[in-house]
């Protein structure tokens, strides 16, 4: 990545860091927090307004993830073919979808990108967000994320929790429910991070 932004802008310093510190900042500035991400995958860490302290290890798209668009995708998909999904979603997912088995495991199992591809289903969340199948999908998808990720940090009772992604904005009322249930703090949702973090910088 260094070599390649070298490359467009010579005269530049150009500094690599990760997207969870891109968060962060996005979310709180030089404030300390605790971010989240709720993207394609999932990931959280404890920020002191500076660097990135402790971070929940990446257990990937197979082992961790909880509460990402991996992750609400896989519930989509296990829920078409386990047929616990409404008959109206189902229908919805046929009418833009190849839903064959055949095609859709050659996706995720043989070809590159298959966590993205899982992903591409947490669509339906965002086109269907009021319906109250999604919504269990969410509530269940955001319990897991504290449950596992939020949880591996302690007590963190007090302590504000941001996030970035659209998973976490367009469904804010609902994750903000699960973590008042854990006597989590809610203190912010940032949809487009890039904006912020440009700010941040300029």
Do not use: W
């Not at 859709?104 to 043989?110: A, D, F, G, N, T």
């Amino acid at each position: 990545m260094h070599q390649v932004l070298s490359e467009i802008f010579p005269n530049a310093k150009i500094h690599i860091e990760s997207d969870l510190l891109g968060a962060a900042k996005a979310c709180f500035g030089d404030k300390a927090g605790i971010a989240c991400i709720l993207g394609t995958g999932s990931n959280a860490g404890i920020y002191d307004g500076e660097i990135i302290t402790t971070q929940v290890p990446s257990l990937g798209f197979i082992l961790g993830d909880e509460g990402s668009g991996s992750y609400f995708g896989k519930r989509v998909l296990q829920s078409y073919y386990y047929k616990t999904m409404p008959e109206d979603l189902r229908l919805v997912l046929e009418d833009k979808s190849d839903m064959q088995l055949e095609s859709v495991l050659k996706k995720i199992y043989k070809e590159p990108q298959g966590n993205r591809f899982v992903a591409s289903f947490a669509k339906l969340l965002v086109d269907y967000s009021s319906h109250s199948f999604i919504e269990e999908i969410m509530r269940e998808g955001f319990a897991d994320f504290a449950d596992n990720q939020l949880a591996y940090f302690g007590d963190i009772k007090g302590r504000e929790i941001g996030f970035t992604g659209s998973i976490a904005a367009i469904h804010s009322e609902i994750l903000c429910e699960v973590l008042f249930e854990r006597e989590m703090r809610l203190g912010v949702i940032v949809k487009n991070p890039i904006e912020k973090l440009a700010d941040y910088h300029l």
